[in-house]
């Protein structure tokens, strides 16, 4: 079981940047795979980002790469998603997850409660 709470949502002009954060509790945080979704009123959550146990290795959804980056600090327990050159399509809610499978499944156990991102024009 591990508890997620994620930060460092706002507002924010087109073009701006934002540090998102998602602070763990529970079991050993390196022992899990961490990503970071999106939710837009009306549609599923659709993924963003992935990152290894180690940090090592990541995964970027096609829209976001060049501009998003996932880091991790296992020795902080936080996951981070640096959102850089941002659209207003990029508005909505930003969720943290974790899983104990493969790197590469998609199917996450563990939700944060989200944090809202706005992105004005």
């Known amino acids: 079981q591990v508890q997620l709470v994620e930060s460092g949502g706002g507002l924010v002009q087109a073009g701006g940047s934002l540090r998102l954060s998602c602070a763990a509790s529970?079991?050993?945080?390196?022992?899990?795979?961490m990503g970071w979704f999106h939710q837009t009123p009306g549609k599923e959550r659709e993924f963003v980002a992935a990152?290894?146990?180690?940090?090592?290795?990541?995964l970027y959804a096609d829209s976001v790469k060049g501009r998003f980056t996932i880091s991790r600090d296992n020795a902080k327990n936080t996951v981070y998603l640096q959102v850089n050159s941002l659209k207003p399509e990029d508005t909505g809610v930003y969720y943290c997850?974790?899983?104990?499978?493969?790197?590469?499944?998609?199917?996450?156990?563990?939700w944060g409660q989200g944090t809202q991102v706005t992105v004005s024009s």
């Open positions: 997850a974790a899983h104990s499978r493969s790197y590469f499944s998609r199917e996450y156990d563990w």
């Open positions: 990152i290894n146990r180690s940090g090592r290795n990541t």
């Open positions: 529970g079991r050993t945080f390196s022992s899990y795979v």
